[in-house]
């Protein structure tokens, strides 16, 4: 009896998400924080009080969380909703609203695979050549497609740069919809909801599509914890219109974030000063590791905006292999862009290593 045959045909060509466990001495391969943005003593009491009452569910609508970054986000926390990552609020974007979903590649591999998952068609625009979105050609296929959904990761993973606002706005306003009234047809043709992934802005230091959210209704923003130091929390972030919320919520699950992630969450997220000192450092670290790739023969390394850096290089695997033996573990992106490396930002001990490392091997 071949038990496959029971699993649904999209599912059965899906293959599992690969998260090899490389042992190594430096881990620069997974965009997570060097530093774990929660090592205060107020956070150990609060998991202490939280551990007493595990016996209770955990409240399924993150109420303080929620008012915590609406209040830092000057929005109604009506305007949020939270995930188990935000990789859980792809899932519940794409179960709520289906295909087909668009995005541009190469980008967060996530948008594909679970769409994929969801059995909801992929269309896939490749980027121009500096890494920017072809808006003609989105253009076009929002036109042929109609797609429900489309992704933006800006900055993008995994090129690193912010993708030209003027560029997400043409698409935002090509597949917006004005508030309908009686007897009135839709404004747009095509209505579709673009979802900005903002899981690295908080290294550009722009924020230019949260004051749109009241001007466009299809405009879904996307923020996550992951990135600035609490990756083991799974936490993410929709923010968007209340109809959009609302919609969405509908499809989570109850209790999709446990207790202990919500108030070590917020406990995190009121230390601001400290997650701003470490974000600092890593922008300045970035800074400091792009210029001296640059130095470095054979190695290009593309401008980020994010807290990693793209990087081509002559014979990419080996260079990879060969940093991996010397301890440091980055992430081969060959499969995806030609001669391409990404290494993740970390602390400037670890930076040099990866450096030295680096400049040996070349
Ligand atoms: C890392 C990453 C995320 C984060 O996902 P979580 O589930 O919140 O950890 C989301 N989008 C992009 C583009 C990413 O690179």
Same mark, same amino acid.
């Given at each position: 009896m071949d038990i496959r045959k029971l699993v649904k045909p999209n599912i059965r060509s899906l293959r599992a998400y690969h998260a090899e466990e490389i042992p190594c001495?430096?881990? #620069?391969?997974?965009?997570?924080?060097?530093?774990?943005?929660i090592s205060n003593q107020r956070s150990a009491i609060s998991l202490e009080k939280n551990l007493q009452t595990l016996n209770r569910y955990p409240d399924p609508q993150a109420k303080a969380l929620k008012n915590l970054i609406a209040k830092d986000l000057r929005i109604?926390?009506?305007n949020i909703l939270h995930g188990n990552g935000s990789d859980e609020l792809i899932y519940y974007m794409i179960t709520t609203f289906g295909g087909p979903v668009m995005y541009p590649v190469p980008t967060f591999s996530m948008y594909g695979i679970i769409s994929q998952a969801l059995g909801e068609k992929k269309i896939e625009i490749p980027l121009d050549n500096k890494f920017d979105l072809d808006v003609e050609k989105i253009l076009k296929g929002i036109e042929k497609y109609k797609p429900k959904l489309i992704f933006l990761s800006s900055p993008n993973n995994p090129t690193g740069n912010c993708f030209s606002s003027d560029k997400i706005l043409r698409i935002i306003k090509a597949t917006s919809f004005s508030k309908q009234r009686r007897g009135e047809r839709p404004f747009a043709p095509t209505l579709s909801l673009v979802v900005?992934?903002?899981?690295?802005q908080p290294f550009t230091g722009?924020?230019?599509?949260l004051p749109l959210l009241g001007k466009y209704r299809n405009l879904v923003i996307m923020r996550t914890l992951s990135k600035i130091g #609490?990756?083991? #929390?799974?936490l993410g972030f929709l923010i968007a219109n209340e109809e959009i919320i609302n919609e969405v919520n509908k499809v989570? #699950?109850?209790?999709?974030?446990?207790s202990l992630s919500q108030a070590v969450a917020i406990e995190a997220l009121i230390n601001k000063k400290q997650l701003r000192t470490y974000i600092t450092s890593i922008i300045s670290e970035r800074k400091r590791l792009f210029r001296e790739m640059e130095k470095i023969d054979g190695i290009t390394p593309y401008p980020s905006d994010a807290n990693f850096i793209l990087f081509r290089a002559a014979n990419a695997v080996r260079v990879y292999k060969c940093l991996l033996e010397k301890g440091v573990l980055i992430r081969d992106m060959t499969g995806v862009i030609e001669n391409c490396l990404r290494v993740t930002v970390g602390t400037p001990g670890e930076n040099t290593v990866f450096l030295k490392a680096l400049k040996q091997l070349i």
């Open positions: 001495k430096v881990k #620069l391969d997974a965009n997570e924080s060097p530093y774990s943005a109604k926390s009506g900005v992934d903002e899981a690295y722009k924020s230019e599509f #609490l990756a083991g #929390l799974r989570r #699950l109850p209790f999709n974030v446990n």
